[in-house]
Structures are given as structure tokens and as C-alpha cells.
């Protein structure tokens, strides 16, 4: 009889990559807002500003999910440009 230690060491370790990121926004500068929220309308489709409003005071919130790296991070990029606190996730 295998002991259930033997087995786990004996089971090849896998290492997970992580390929679906998303983009969180956790915060913004108050001076900057409006810019902010006119980049969340043009991030998120079929959004208005009042919408885009909500979201960028409802801070933290997810901005886009299940994303590819790259994209993730031009995203990022792209909402700390106009003033937003974002992070990959």
C-alpha cells in the first residue's frame, strides 16, 4: 500500500500560468474625474457618462475582465494616463 505522502511527491508538480487578467480600478484624482470618467465610457461599450459616473465612484471595481496580459496592461496604462489608480489582477 502507497501512503498518500509517496503519492503526492511522486505526482509531477504543474505549474499554472496565469492567461486571463483583469483590471481593476482603485482609485483616481479628484482633480483629474472628468477625464477619467470620459476614458471609462470609452473603455466600457455602451456606457454613459452618468454610468461611467457610478463606476469611477464606486471605486474599487473591476474596469474589464478576462483579458490577455498585454492588454491588460495597456489598459492599465491607459487609465493612469487620465489621472486612475488601476491594478492587474
Not at 480600478?25 to 474625474?33: A, I, P, Q, S, V
Not at 474596469?63 to 489582477?89: F, H, Y
Amino acid at each position: 500500500m502507497v501512503s498518500a505522502e509517496k503519492v503526492e511527491e511522486e505526482a509531477p508538480k504543474v505549474e499554472t500560468t496565469k492567461i486571463s487578467f483583469n483590471v481593476k480600478l482603485t482609485g483616481y484624482d479628484e482633480k483629474r474625474k472628468i477625464e477619467l470618467i470620459k476614458k471609462i465610457r470609452d473603455i466600457i461599450p455602451n456606457l454613459n457618462l452618468v454610468q461611467a459616473k457610478k463606476v469611477v465612484e464606486g471605486v474599487p471595481v473591476n474596469v474589464k475582465t478576462d483579458l490577455g496580459k498585454t492588454e491588460a496592461e495597456e489598459l492599465k496604462g491607459a487609465i493612469e494616463s487620465v489621472g486612475g489608480k488601476a491594478d492587474v489582477v
